[in-house]
């Protein structure tokens, strides 16, 4: 019998999540990599549906790192391919969910078939007011990091954190919440290194392709119980919990 959906006491604004996983979940089952990337796809889709339904207002994910064009070229020729395909698949149906495409990264190195995809799926979804969904493709947090301050010199402005915030490839939505990492792995591996600095972290076992919408509750509702201080204490944060436990 299918679980009922957990009601959660507080939903993050923005999840993050690092999707890890696609490749063993495709060699467990003797198939190329890049068929774990497909399925990753699926999952993504499942994921963006879920995370609608339960009032997230900003899902970032990282699809395609600085760092993966280091990958077997098969591999990295096949995760461009699926992105194409996705955006000309995907993008009508984001388009009727009210879901706003940006894409977060360099377009540096990208084919014109691919840039021109990008370019068309945020064109489409411009005019969207629902939940925003930010792709990190070709997206590193150090080059994140280098391209804002480049950016605040260049503008002769002084290099401050409200500067540089202004200038991060994510200067549109707010810090996320929660980062999600899936495929049992506990690291960041250049993922929004700027802007998850009070993140809340989750690690979760499942491989991405089997992240269903179970696993994200989980990881919600893990959120939903943690104390956000911020800096600040317990007693200042949580008057009243503090005192019950005094
Ligand atoms: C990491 O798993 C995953 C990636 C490098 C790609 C993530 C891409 C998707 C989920 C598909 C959506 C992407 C596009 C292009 C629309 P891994 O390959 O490192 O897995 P492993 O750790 O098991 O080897």
């Given at each position: ?120 799926g945020e064109a489409e979804t411009a005019d969207n007011s629902g939940m925003v969904l930010n792709v990190c493709f070709n997206y590193g947090g150090r080059w994140d990091i280098a ?99 005094a």
């Amino acid at each position: 019998m299918k679980k009922s959906r957990p009601q959660l006491p507080s939903v993050p604004h923005h999840v993050a999540i690092v999707m890890d996983g696609n490749g063993r979940w495709a060699h467990r089952r003797l198939l190329p990599r890049v068929a774990g990337h497909r399925q990753g796809v699926e999952s993504l889709r499942r994921c963006i549906r879920a995370c609608a339904e339960r009032g997230v207002k900003v899902l970032t994910v990282f699809a395609f790192s600085s760092e993966n064009w280091n990958r077997p070229s098969d591999e990295v020729s096949g995760l461009m391919d699926l992105l194409a395909t996705a955006l000309t698949r995907e993008v009508p149906e984001l388009k009727s969910a009210g879901i706003r495409l940006h894409f977060v990264g360099s377009r540096t190195g990208l084919s014109d078939r691919v840039r021109a995809g990008l370019t068309a799926g945020e064109a489409e979804t411009a005019d969207n007011s629902g939940m925003v969904l930010n792709v990190c493709f070709n997206y590193g947090g150090r080059w994140d990091i280098a391209q804002a301050a480049a950016r605040v010199a260049e503008a002769g402005e002084p290099m401050t954190e409200e500067s540089l915030g202004r200038a991060m490839a994510l200067a549109h939505v707010p810090d996320p919440d929660l980062l999600i990492r899936t495929g049992g792995e506990q690291r960041i591996s250049n993922f929004l290194l700027w802007q998850c600095a009070y993140s809340e972290l989750f690690f979760s076992d499942h491989l991405w392709p089997e992240f269903d919408e179970a696993a994200l509750d989980d990881a919600l509702m893990a959120f939903a119980q943690r104390e956000r201080r911020f800096g600040k204490t317990s007693a200042q944060v949580a008057p009243n919990r503090s005192q019950a436990l005094a």
